[in-house]
């Protein structure tokens, strides 16, 4: 079974940093890209970010250069690594995966994983 599981989420205060995780069970990830999205209450689920099998990324606007993806195909895994968090960060995050290139389109995703909740607040 081709499962996408998150981690990492939780409370943090403005300003602060979380790293997440999107690790793949069932199926490597080396020839997918992958795509973070996010979902906060009563929005529609944005994209965030996204690497590429060759590494290559893209980022929103809203998150760049606050916001990190990587990727580590030994560990079957990829990680967001978020600094200078805001309240606007607020959101269920998700990953994905995508047949390379990257997309700004998201029903070219497929095996969403569960979501974890981050939340910023003082």
């Known amino acids: 079974q081709l499962q996408l599981v998150e981690s990492g989420g939780g409370l943090v205060q403005p300003g602060g940093s979380l790293r997440l995780s999107c690790a793949a069970s069932?199926?490597?990830?080396?020839?997918?890209?992958i795509g973070w999205f996010r979902q906060a209450p009563g929005k529609e689920r944005e994209g965030v970010s996204c690497?590429?099998?060759?590494?290559?990324?893209t980022y929103a606007d809203s998150v760049n250069g606050r916001f990190t993806i990587s990727r580590d195909n030994a560990k079957n895994t990829v990680y967001l690594q978020m600094n200078s968090l805001k309240p606007e960060d607020t959101a269920v995050y998700y990953c994905?995966?995508?047949?390379?290139?990257?997309?700004?389109?998201?029903?070219?995703?497929?095996?969403w994983g569960q979501g974890t909740q981050v939340t910023v607040s003082s």
């Open positions: 994905a995966t995508v047949i390379p290139p990257c997309s700004d389109y998201r029903v070219r995703y497929d095996s």
């Open positions: 069932g199926f490597t990830l080396d020839y997918y890209a």
């Open positions: 690497i590429t099998s060759s590494s290559g990324r």
